[in-house]
């Protein structure tokens, strides 16, 4: 028999039983509709966070006390300033070392009040991060030198407490002290879940004082390219560490930060994956039920066939195509309701969603697979039938 | 003991020393108990008995469905115990046609493929496949049924389809197990009729099982089968056409 026979054959059992092969199916679509998803929200987070540290800018290296490491509390800082012009010198050029203090202060003007993220830095931020202004300019050294009451701000902040009003020039009142908008920012997004257009930045000078203590939280050396990264951090941190014997300090890179997040991610994705692989084998079990069901009330069908010719290998193939119809049906029908879903949520939900083709490849081989390997027992069970025993059964 | 002079071609079958036992539950049950039997091709036998006697047994055996607890059975001159179950599958297919009480079709498929499934098993191409199971439905009067489901259709017509699906692949021997035992008096008629003819125009060979003495006496040969074993082997004295007269007695 051709296997183009066997297979017009099998479609036609299925066919003359659609309710059941529809149910046998749901099992194989919800694993591989549940495996397609949850990879693409998987992935799509991972693409989403990958981008976020991308946007800092280039380059970068983040000083901070304590250990950085999953897990590790945060540590109290002990830096101050001279700690940043220590830094500075070992790095040797000033410009690509800044500061930054952190503080969640009422930002208000006149009736209009804003809770925002306070920053202190100074002039050689924007040598270091990618934060493009939309309006304005930024701080000069002088204004960090000078401890001037002056502000850069997040364009989410400016269009909550001015909306179309120009800020440039204009009052605002931060923890209560009255500052001069000296620029607005682009929009940039967020970071870590850190809203960076929610920022207003100050001179770190006058940040402390606002404050009232002479920490500084961390600080960040711009590497000058790539292959520069490695050595600088090390020397940095080496350099600290000599300083104060009795504490540690940790440099992170971006690329150090993308690895251990992206090795995250994948872990999740590949173990939300596997639970959805799970489903998977748990519909190929149930493709194996209905199959000896099948092969059971298709005793006297199978008795027959093999009386009027059909060899032990026909019938084994007949079953065995037809569960594996079965589950590769099922599998294009999950992968269809799985992209359509993923689009879906992508479209309708801020959970990001990308759609990876080795998934939906997974996914189409495992059904496959699974048809084949649930399938043969009962195909065998099908073949060995004693043609006899099978026409005198009624 | 039943030697071949050289020339003279091969019996259908030809059964020495046939034995048959099924194990129930620990109990040997002796449903053959050494039958010899030779029938050539062409014949037209009719096996008769009681119901428990053995016919079945002996049927499924002569069409190579079961194997024999001891003896020898010859299907063509060739001892189908050298033949492995593929072979016997290929044996079935080729040399055989079965036709049962129940008529065993698939129920929901249409005549034409129900009488096209020996061909599928031969490897035949779809479009001949199709041409000659129109052929057989119209040789047994259903050229207009070919699209029909089983399911619609009567007993009649139904073991009708099963006598196209036998003769399909130009069989040496028709099987026939109660052919008319699941139909009423006309359409058994009809049915035998059909058997009948197809042994008198192409020559084929049928063995008949049935319990019933007028659609037995319709055959040229009766064997008559008792607990096992063969009772009485008679040949009708009356010529093979025009099998009326006989009846009449
Ligand atoms: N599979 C089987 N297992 C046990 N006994 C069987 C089996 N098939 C048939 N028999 C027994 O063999 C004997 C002959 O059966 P069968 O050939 O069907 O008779 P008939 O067709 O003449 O009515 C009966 O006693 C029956 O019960
Ligand atoms: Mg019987």
């Not at chain 2, 119901?51 to 194997?67: A, E, P």
Request: proline share 4%; aromatic share 4%; net charge neutral.
């Amino acid at each position: 028999m051709r296997t183009a026979e066997a297979l017009r054959m099998a479609l036609e059992a299925l066919r003359v039983n659609r309710l059941r092969s529809t149910l046998t199916m749901l099992g194989v679509i919800i694993g591989v509709l549940a495996v397609v998803i949850l990879v693409a929200i998987g992935t799509g987070a991972k693409n989403a966070v990958e981008k976020e540290i991308a946007g800092l800018g280039s380059n970068i290296i983040l000083v901070v006390p304590g250990q950085v490491g999953l897990g590790a509390a945060p540590t109290q800082s002990r830096l101050d300033l001279t700690d940043v012009a220590f830094v500075r010198r070992v790095v040797g050029d000033p410009s690509k070392v800044t500061v930054a203090v952190n503080s969640g202060e009422p930002v208000r003007v006149g009736r209009n009040e804003v809770f925002a993220t306070l920053t202190g830095t100074d002039e050689n931020m924007p040598n270091i991060f990618d934060r493009p202004l939309r309006r304005g300019r930024y701080m000069s050294a002088t204004d960090v030198d000078t401890r001037r009451r002056v502000t850069v701000l997040g364009s989410e902040v400016a269009a909550k407490l001015f909306g179309d009003v120009d800020p440039i020039g204009r009052q605002v009142t931060i923890a209560g002290v009255r500052f001069r908008v000296i620029g607005i920012y682009e929009t940039v997004g967020s970071t870590f879940g850190v809203a960076r257009d929610q920022e207003v930045h100050v001179p770190v000078t006058t940040a402390q004082r606002l404050i009232g203590l002479p920490r500084i939280n961390g600080i960040a050396v711009g590497a000058s390219g790539p292959d520069e990264i490695e050595s600088l951090q090390s020397r940095v941190v080496a350099a600290l560490d000599a300083r104060y014997p009795d504490e540690k300090f940790s440099a992170v890179t971006q690329t150090q930060l993308l690895g251990t997040i992206g090795t995250v991610l994948s872990m999740l994705t590949g173990v939300l994956a596997a639970i959805a692989g799970i489903s998977l084998l748990v519909g190929g079990v149930g493709v194996s039920n209905i199959m000896l069901v099948s092969v059971r009330e298709r005793t006297k069908e199978i008795g027959l066939r093999k009386a009027l010719g059909a060899r032990q290998r026909d019938v084994l193939w007949q079953f065995l195509i037809e569960a594996v119809l079965l589950t590769t049906i099922g599998g294009l029908i999950g992968i269809l309701l799985g992209v359509g879903g993923a689009l879906l949520i992508q479209a309708l939900s801020p959970v990001p969603a990308a759609i990876t083709w080795w998934s939906i490849a997974l996914a189409f081989g495992v059904s496959v697979g699974v048809g084949v390997f649930f399938g043969v027992a009962p195909a065998r069970r099908a073949g060995r039938l004693d043609p006899v025993v099978a026409l005198r059964s009624e | 003991m039943t030697t071949q002079s050289p020339g003279t071609p091969p019996a259908a079958f030809e059964a020495i020393g046939l034995t048959r036992s099924y194990d129930l539950e620990g109990v040997s049950v002796d449903a053959l108990r050494g039958v010899d039997l030779r029938i050539e091709q062409g014949e037209f036998v009719a096996i008769l008995g009681p119901s428990g006697s053995g016919k079945s047994t002996l049927m499924h055996l002569l069409g190579c469905l079961d194997r024999p607890t001891s003896g020898v059975l010859r299907v063509g001159g060739v001892d189908v115990s050298t033949l492995d179950d593929t072979r016997l599958a290929e044996l079935r297919n080729q040399t055989i046609g079965f036709v049962f009480q129940s008529f065993h079709l698939l129920a929901r498929t249409p005549a034409l493929d129900n009488v096209a499934l020996p061909l599928v098993y031969r490897g035949v191409g779809r479009s001949e496949r199709r041409a000659r199971a129109e052929a057989a439905l119209k040789a047994v009067g259903l050229g207009h049924r070919m699209g029909h489901r089983p399911s619609q259709m009567s007993g009649g017509e139904q073991q009708r389809v099963a006598i196209a699906r036998a003769l399909v692949g130009d069989p040496q021997v028709v099987l026939a197990d109660e052919p008319t035992g699941n139909l009423d008096t006309r359409n058994g008629e009809e049915v035998m009729n059909l058997l009948e003819r197809l042994n008198a125009d192409s020559g084929v060979a049928v063995v008949l099982v049935t319990h019933e003495p007028d659609v037995a006496a319709r055959a040229r040969r009766q064997v008559h089968v008792r607990d096992g074993l063969i009772e009485l082997d008679s040949r009708s004295r009356t010529a093979p056409a025009g099998t009326t007269e006989g009846e009449v007695g």
